[in-house]
């Protein structure tokens, strides 16, 4: 394989480098936006860190299943979560919740301070509204219910979405969704997994993972449908454009590619899934407002100088929303 990405600088090459607005989006606490979100939220995908690299599950409910006692910490219920093996306090953590309806997510990342018997209590570090691309390009919302076909290879070919655990070198965790049409996402080749890159918000905190620290975790789902299957191993990111050129869409080429060494685990029942019951007939969107919640994220981000300076001043709802709208029609891949 040619190509293989192995700096920062050869990744921001390809991918570009995030402009000040996205930067400023993450902020070191969950605000009321945030929380919100969390108590509007059916279902989370969550990541945790291991010596052997991080692993992944789905954690779902009633609307409001995870907690936010206060800014700074989230509560789960071990009877909302999927198993995820021994926790214990000071391990890292990855949390993506999802509104129903909504394409963007909310990503929530920390480290375990407690586990007792009803579940875990997470200092949260970092939270921010992740692009609706990846429920875009899987239609997520869209999907009605059905049942996942039999056996690795099928469910691969079906899969439209799936959840990227990474792990930094201090055991610091980020989840990353994914999503793209069956068949365009994720495939088997020559042994590996090879998951396509497309257009995002250019942070690419789980690539800086990679590169830092290569064994990853995926959750991979078929929307509408309550199996998954998941995926660990060392993984690598390449610009090899033979690998690439499989996963074109509309005529373009992903920018990236990612090769995951993991022979892909049987799928199996999902628990939380059942419980989110996501892809329920006539359930109405979640009242959030991504873009409101992104000006609120803007304006409490402490960066400081100038252009922060003034880029909270000048950035209102109006104009997120815009650009949001703007960037899916255009750049969606």
Known sequence: ?????????????????????????????????????????????????GPDGPRIGAAGGEAGFARTPDARTLRLPFGAMDDLGPLAAGQGVGLLFLAGGIGETLRANGRIRAVDAGGVEIDVEECFIHCAKALIRSAFWAAEPCVAPDGAEAFLAATRFLALATQDAS??????????????????????????????????????????????????????????????????????????????????????????????????????????DAWAPDRPPAAIDPAAAFVAHVKLNRARGVAATVLRMAVNRGLVAKGLESNYRTDLY
């Open 171 to 276: 055991g610091r965790i980020d989840i990353s969704p994914k999503g793209d049409p069956a068949g365009l996402l994720i495939r088997r080749l020559a042994g590996r997994v090879v998951v396509a890159e497309r257009p995002g918000n250019k942070l690419a905190f789980g690539y800086r993972n990679i590169l830092q620290q290569p064994r990853v975790a995926a959750l991979c789902v078929i929307p509408g449908a309550t199996a998954t299957l998941t995926l660990r191993g060392p993984a690598q990111l390449t610009a090899d454009e033979a690998l690439r050129r499989d996963f074109v869409v509309e005529a373009r080429t992903p920018v990236l590619a990612l090769v995951i060494d993991a022979a892909p685990a049987a799928p199996t029942e999902s628990p939380a899934l059942q419980r989110a």
């Open 1 to 49: 394989m040619t190509g293989t990405i192995a700096t920062v600088a050869e990744m921001e090459a390809c991918l570009g480098v995030p402009p000040l607005g996205v930067k400023m989006k993450v902020i070191d606490h969950l605000d009321d936006q945030a929380r919100a979100w969390i108590a509007a939220s059916r279902l989370a995908f969550v990541g945790v860190a």
